[in-house]
């Protein structure tokens, strides 16, 4: 089985533009993702697939595999669909390029989710969320699960609403941004057009749901620290120098 991470990454990100390429802790956020995507022995092969010849330049110093997009497109995961059309690969894993503190681990549940039934389309992760300032940060997109462990729903929102404590975890799902396709069915995925929850919540993972596809999801204890803005970056500093230690 031939298992290709692709790492899609855009300049103009609306939240914190050119998150890419801020410096934290030494290096730029894309080269901590693809260091850390690196270290996933799963992954035969790691591309980053851009539209900007600044984020180019900046996989090429790193010495990574770069795809330029020729295409338009209205989210991530269509530019990896882009990336591997014509690449070998029986698994297509997408990371999200803001996931700075990114565990191999994570890679590995989602693509085992992704595999281990031939219905599934999509595989990924969650971890609980033990706080109610984490249940309503939007920043934080939280899914539902059916009792076979398949996403019901992703949103912004805080879902379940009305769950009780903070102590009933399993009922409160953060998501973690990493996606394990089958390649049939990203392909699938980016002949579709983006559909009316997708464009809603903003959330490109809903688009499968709409048409039907199956995402099977895995639950694990690592906490998912993304860079959604600068207030973010003195917790990830703090959190890589702990790792360095």
């Known amino acids: 089985m031939i298992t290709v991470g692709v790492i899609p990454v855009r300049f103009d990100s609306k939240r914190l533009p050119g998150k890419a390429l801020l410096k934290i802790a030494g290096k730029t956020v894309l080269q901590h993702v693809y260091e850390r995507a690196s270290m996933c022995s799963l992954l035969d ?59 191999p681990r994570v890679i590995e549940l989602a693509v085992s989710a992704a595999i281990e039934d ?23 997109v939280k899914v539902v699960l059916d009792d076979k462990g398949r996403a019901l729903y992703f949103s912004r929102s805080p879902i379940p609403n009305g769950s009780p404590e903070p102590s009933r975890a399993p009922l409160r799902l953060g998501h973690i941004g990493v996606y394990a396709f089958r390649k049939q069915s990203i392909l699938r995925f980016a002949k579709l057009e ?37 207030r973010d970056i003195p917790a990830i500093e703090r959190l890589i120098r702990l790792e360095r230690r």
């Open 45 to 103: 092969r790691i591309i980053i697939a851009t539209d900007d010849s600044r984020i180019a330049d900046c996989a090429n110093g790193i010495s990574a595999e770069c795809f330029l997009s020729q295409s338009p497109h209205s989210c991530g995961t269509e530019r990896v669909a882009e990336a591997v059309r014509h690449k070998k690969a029986d698994v297509v894993v997408n990371i999200q390029g803001d996931e700075v503190l990114l565990q």
């Open 118 to 140: 031939r219905r599934v389309d999509c595989g990924t992760v969650c971890h609980p969320i033990n706080s109610l300032r984490e249940f309503n940060d939007e920043n934080l």
């Open 194 to 230: 983006p559909t009316p929850l997708e464009r809603t919540e903003r959330l490109e993972q809903l688009r499968l749901l709409e048409s039907g596809m199956v995402i099977n999801v895995r639950l694990t204890k690592v906490k998912n620290v993304s860079l959604n803005s600068e």
